[in-house]
Structure formats: structure tokens, C-alpha cells
């Protein structure tokens, strides 16, 4: 059974500059979820989208964004892009229920300089 | 406000000793709890897991610990080998909440032959 995937696996942007990310979650997932990590900051939610709704929303502000398609892939975007957006990106996908586990794919690395 | 805490972040330890990898979280309604690991450029992978209504789970090498009254888990690795080094993260979800896990910042376990 295939993986998760995401592309592109490395990003360089300029300030200003928009972005965006896609990931393929694991056949029949319904869930994919995208976490924003930067060093010493953990893994930092950002949204989830399930049956092509976003289900639910992290604290980021409201450049971030994404969007789910009927075959579950998900893109997201980043607007008005920042110095402080450097990050890995990793998308996780899941059947979407309590008490199971996320699966993530290797991550974008975006650096915007 | 942390509701997931690794307040050490970084582990050394000797090639056939024991790790133990700490977590505290503060709100008394996580009831499912994991522990992911992380190479350096992959995405995060499934270790463990554990539900709220056991004090114990154990896979191999690994064993995770919950105390349901300190608020608090462990993750034992007996014994550890060098290919354990890595960075560990553990989360904590919330049955009849959003189902995301929310993720402490980590541990950085290097494991010296």
C-alpha cells in the first residue's frame, strides 16, 4: 500500500511570493491533516479537512489555506509569503476517527528568503 | 498555553542501556496518547501507542507507560541501539474532541555505541 506523498520535497520562495503544497493521502483515507514544523517549535497544526470540508483549524493566521479534492488529495497555500514561513511542512492522512493513528509523508522544506 | 509537554529536549544514552522518554500533558480529557519518531528529513512514523484505560502497552523494544493521575507517560526503550537516534515526539488526542493529536516539541534521543 502506498504512502503518503507530498510535492514538491524542497521550495525556495521570495517574500511576498505565494505557495502551494500538495499531498496524497494513503488510499481510502478520508483525513489529511498539515502541521507546520520549525526547530524547537514541535509540530504545529495548521488545518484538517475530511470528505473535502476542513474539519479543523489551527492558529495560523488566515494566509494559510487549503482545500481538499473529491479523490482526498489536499493542497494548501501560503499567501504573502514570510521570512518566519521557513519551515518543514508534513501532511498526515488518516480514516478520520478517534483513536487511530496519522501517517505522514517525508515533508516539504520550504525556505523563503 | 503547552497542553503537551517533553521538557527535556535532548537524551543521551549508551548503546544497550535503557532510554526513557518523558511527557506530561495537562488536560485530564486526552484519552488516547503516541509517540511518533522522526528522522532527520523523513516525516514522523508510528511507534506506540496507548489508551487511557490501560497503564501499559508494550512492542518489542518499546514499552510506554501511563499514569493517569500525574498526568503523565513514558516511553522505555530496552535495549537501546543507535539506530533508536532520532527525534520523538508524543501526542495526545481527545475521543470526543476534533481527533487531532496534539504534539509536545520533542525529544532528541542520540543513542553512543
Known amino acids: 500500500k502506498a504512502g503518503v506523498t507530498q510535492t514538491p520535497r524542497y521550495l525556495i520562495k521570495t517574500r511576498g511570493q505565494q505557495v502551494t503544497l500538495s499531498c496524497s493521502p494513503i488510499s481510502g483515507h478520508r483525513s489529511v491533516s498539515w502541521y507546520q514544523q520549525t526547530p524547537g517549535q514541535g509540530l504545529q497544526f495548521l488545518f484538517e479537512?475530511?470528505?473535502?470540508?476542513?474539519?479543523n483549524k489551527g492558529n495560523f493566521p488566515g494566509r494559510f489555506s487549503g482545500r481538499q479534492f473529491s479523490n482526498s488529495r489536499s493542497e494548501m497555500n501560503v499567501s504573502t509569503l514570510e521570512l518566519g514561513d521557513s519551515a518543514l511542512y508534513l501532511c498526515a492522512s488518516s480514516f478520520g476517527t478517534a483513536q487511530e493513528t496519522q501517517y505522514f509523508g517525508p515533508g516539504t522544506r520550504l525556505l523563503v528568503l | 498555553d503547552q497542553q503537551v509537554k517533553q521538557n527535556s529536549p535532548s537524551l543521551s544514552v549508551q548503546e544497550g542501556r535503557i532510554s526513557i522518554l518523558n511527557c506530561d500533558y495537562t488536560?485530564?480529557?486526552?484519552?488516547?496518547f503516541l509517540w511518533y519518531k522522526k528522522y532527520p528529513a523523513e516525516g514522523p512514523t508510528f511507534l506506540i501507542s496507548?489508551?487511557?484505560?490501560?497503564d501499559k502497552n508494550e512492542d518489542g523494544r518499546f514499552t510506554v507507560f501511563l499514569n493517569k493521575s500525574a498526568k503523565h507517560l513514558s516511553l522505555h526503550i530496552v535495549p537501546s541501539q543507535p539506530g533508536d537516534s532520532a527525534v520523538y515526539f508524543c501526542a495526545a488526542t481527545l475521543s470526543g474532541g476534533s481527533y487531532i493529536p496534539t504534539f509536545g516539541r520533542g525529544t532528541s534521543l542520540i543513542v553512543h555505541p
Open positions: 496507548i489508551s487511557s484505560i490501560k
Open positions: 488536560n485530564s480529557m486526552f484519552d488516547y
Open positions: 479537512y475530511f470528505s473535502e470540508t476542513q474539519r
